[in-house]
């Protein structure tokens, strides 16, 4: 139904337009959101053949292989598994009708062009980007330092201390669950909700902004 919408009243080409919330239970990519773990839409580009779905979890591509086919290929790129970086926004210059945001996430390339008048909401996504790569650096160190951490206990257990075995249970116990905590939970962000909402401003109706380009 919204395919039908944005392509034939709203002239969609291969050049994204930004969705708004209001519209987000109409696209392709709604579907696939795990929708009982609390995973919610953020920020929506989508072309006549490609949906580009930033939730607080995951990026969720629905990619066409073409324009007039109904065939979809769903990719999904988990924030706690992939890296995020080399985001770049490129403008548009005078005669240029759109803006291109390019980003790595895991081993991807993207590399997606918007209608210029969405700007401001590139840029927006732009932000939002950059502050969940840095979050991941920050998560990777911590970890690094969790590991480090326990090396330098390990050095300094000495069974011939302990006095007895379920000593030795209790204490590995307590490290591992202590360093589980750390690496898996504490230091590894798996919902970037707080990140979106800091810095995604979603701009005019879909409807309108499309008919002003």
């Known amino acids: 139904m919204f395919g039908k919408l944005a392509s034939d009243a709203l002239g969609l080409s291969d050049i994204g337009v930004i969705v708004t919330p209001a519209d987000y239970a109409k696209v392709d990519a709604d579907d696939y959101l ?32 073409s324009a007039v086919s109904s065939k979809r290929s769903i990719k999904r790129y988990d924030y706690a598994n992939q890296r995020i970086g080399e985001v770049l926004i490129e403008t548009a210059g005078t005669m240029d009708r759109d803006v291109e945001l390019k980003f790595r996430i895991g081993d991807a390339g993207f590399s997606i062009d918007v ?26 160190g911590a970890r690094e330092n969790a590991v480090r951490t326990l090396d330098a206990l390990g050095g300094m257990f000495k069974l011939g201390n302990v006095a007895d075995e379920k000593a030795v249970v209790a204490h590995y116990d307590a490290i591992l669950e202590a360093l589980n905590h750390a690496t898996q939970a504490r230091h590894h962000t798996h919902d970037f909700a707080n990140v979106f909402e800091r810095y995604i401003h979603n701009g005019a109706p879909l409807r309108e902004a499309a008919n002003a380009g």
Do not use: P, W
Not at 116 to 135: N, P
């Open 34 to 65: 795990f929708h009982e773990d609390g995973e919610r839409i953020f920020f929506l580009i989508k072309s006549k053949k490609d949906e580009y779905c930033f939730t607080n979890l995951a990026l969720i591509h629905v990619d066409g292989e």
């Open 115 to 140: 209608k210029k008048q969405f700007l401001e909401q590139v840029k927006d996504i732009y932000k939002a980007l950059i502050a969940i790569g840095r979050q991941q650096v920050r998560d990777m």
